[in-house]
């Protein structure tokens, strides 16, 4: 029965998205673009196929990477310096801590933070439906 | 003058045209991209821990690299001023309050922002490049490779960036806020993307258990029971985690590391419960929540700096500080290889 209920609750899930990226006009330009070149062709093999879907890719999603990697950078600095703050690591033997570049308050205090805001923000995707039933969430 | 001028023209156009060379596949740029941000890690770990204790020893005529330095004239006390000045040297250069440790840290900064914050740049300026895309030259269309020139040029700036004083660029202004804002930007982005992912895994198996249905009756069901079999998996790892965390970290005396794993266990049970009421999303993305949540809470207590509440500390040898820099390096670039994966990008492409 229990099992009967959670599967009626896996059925129910909706399509919550979150990374929906409606393709710009400048994408549906790049496939035409592509269609036009390739419209004399009346076979598509399917390695043709993926080259072609792999050079869209490399197109929209170029900016998005980067930039990715831009905050992937910010968080490598600030956690390799505590986020700024000069502080001396000791260990309980009294050496200075270089075996553990990553310890200290700040950063245990972001990670958590960090924790909370998925713990939060999951809840949100939860409760939003119920509380706005008349808000349409699906993209 | 001319001459001079006509180089340095010459010298632009081939920057632009690398960063505007993007002919190539995405996985072909990701590997390329995480190659870079890595190099910068790994150079950003040697001078925090290896250069600056250098820069800060007493006796410099046994060391090997002041040797190597001196040789070079001139060289060793440009670097010596540039690294020692600026705000590091305001706050904690003198007076007898501060021992030289914390001034070596606030030195150790630097060498960390020198890499990271060229590679912060090197990304940033392929981004606004791929938006904008100038007509510079036929580089974008041509398919080759272009991570030859992007190496070369990322080498030249970190050469040029350790003869640069701390002042203009490294210090409390700069790049500090630049990478803490950048930071909570990732933490929020991270979140974003890791529900994105426990929804999307549900909704595709799923899509698979439909179409099975829609071949023949009930033969779906096989595709239910392994997100039942998943779900079971993940929280029987969550609550193993959690007895695991409370057995090791949570020692008498440490209530820092028992506050957290129980709040941890909390938000574990109250976000479970919530979506069991409300029935809105599905067990297997509240069980790989679950999941990240302990993983995230064994990775808050593992950074405690007190050695009695936490096990995972190593000792100062040099055996346990090589096994401690080679394992952050790996975590760091591992961060960086994970999350830009292209699942989350390709999902909508």
Redesign the interface.
């Known amino acids: 029965m229990k099992?009967y209920i959670?599967?009626?609750?896996?059925?129910?899930?909706?399509?919550?998205?979150?990374?929906?990226?409606g393709s710009s006009p400048e994408d549906s330009r790049y496939i035409t673009q592509l269609e036009g070149s390739n419209i004399n062709e009346p076979f598509l093999p399917r390695a043709l196929d993926t080259e072609r879907?792999?050079?869209?890719?490399?197109?929209?999603?170029?900016?998005?990477?980067?930039?990715?990697?831009?905050?992937?950078?910010?968080?490598?600095?600030?956690?390799?310096?505590s986020?700024?703050s000069?502080?001396?690591?000791?260990?309980?033997?009294g050496?200075?801590?270089?075996?553990?570049?990553?310890?200290?308050?700040v950063?245990?205090t972001?990670?958590?933070?960090?924790?909370?805001?998925?713990?939060i923000?999951?809840?949100w995707?939860?409760?939003a439906?119920?509380l706005y039933p008349d808000y349409d969430f699906s993209p | 003058m001319f001459c001079f001028c006509f180089s340095l023209s010459k010298c632009l156009r081939f920057c632009c045209e690398s960063f505007l060379g993007n002919g190539e596949t995405f996985a072909a740029q990701r590997k390329g991209s995480v190659v870079l941000l890595s190099l910068s890690i790994i150079l950003a770990i040697f001078f925090q821990y290896f250069f600056v204790p250098e820069l800060f020893l007493v006796d410099k005529s046994h060391s090997f690299f002041w040797h190597a330095m001196t040789s070079l004239t001139g060289l060793d006390q440009v670097i010596d001023r540039a690294w020692r000045s600026g705000y590091c040297a305001t706050n904690f250069g003198s007076g007898d309050k501060y021992d030289s440790r914390y001034y070596q840290d606030c030195v150790g900064n630097t060498g960390v922002f020198r890499p990271t914050s060229i590679a912060f740049l090197f990304f940033f300026i392929s981004m606004i490049f791929s938006i904008i895309q100038p007509p510079i030259s036929n580089a974008a269309s041509s398919s080759r490779s272009w991570w030859p020139e992007k190496y070369l040029i990322y080498f030249i700036l970190i050469c040029f960036s350790i003869f640069l004083p701390n002042e203009p660029f490294f210090n409390g202004r700069g790049c500090y806020f630049i990478f803490r804002a950048g930071s909570i930007l990732f933490i929020v982005l991270q979140q974003i993307i890791l529900i994105d992912i426990a929804y999307k895994w549900n909704e595709a198996w799923l899509d698979r258990a439909n179409e099975c249905d829609a071949i023949a009756w009930r033969s779906g069901i096989k595709w239910l029971r392994a997100i039942v079999t998943m779900c079971i998996i993940l929280y029987s790892l969550c609550i193993s985690g959690i007895i695991m965390l409370y057995h090791y970290f949570a020692k008498s005396g440490c209530g820092e590391n028992k506050l957290i794993i129980t709040l941890s266990c909390l938000g574990i049970i109250a976000v479970t419960g919530l979506q069991l009421y409300t029935c809105e999303s599905s067990l297997l993305s509240s069980a790989v929540i679950s999941t990240y949540i302990t993983y995230l809470a064994y990775n808050i207590v593992s950074k405690n700096p007190n050695g009695v509440c936490n096990p995972a500390l190593g000792k100062s040898d040099t055996f346990g500080i090589i096994v401690g820099l080679s394992l952050t390096m790996v975590s760091l670039a591992w961060t960086g290889y994970s999350w830009t994966a292209d699942d989350p990008w390709t999902f909508q492409g």
């Open positions: 099992l959670y599967s009626n609750c896996l059925r129910l899930s909706r399509n919550t998205d979150f990374m929906s990226t879907t792999n050079t869209f890719m490399n197109m929209s999603f170029t900016w998005k990477l980067n930039a990715i990697l831009c905050v992937v950078t910010c968080w490598v600095a600030a956690s390799l310096t986020w700024g000069v502080q001396v690591m000791v260990n309980h033997d050496n200075f801590a270089a075996a553990n570049p990553l310890v200290g308050h950063n245990m972001m990670i958590g933070v960090s924790q909370w805001i998925a713990i923000l999951y809840a995707t939860l409760v439906p119920r």
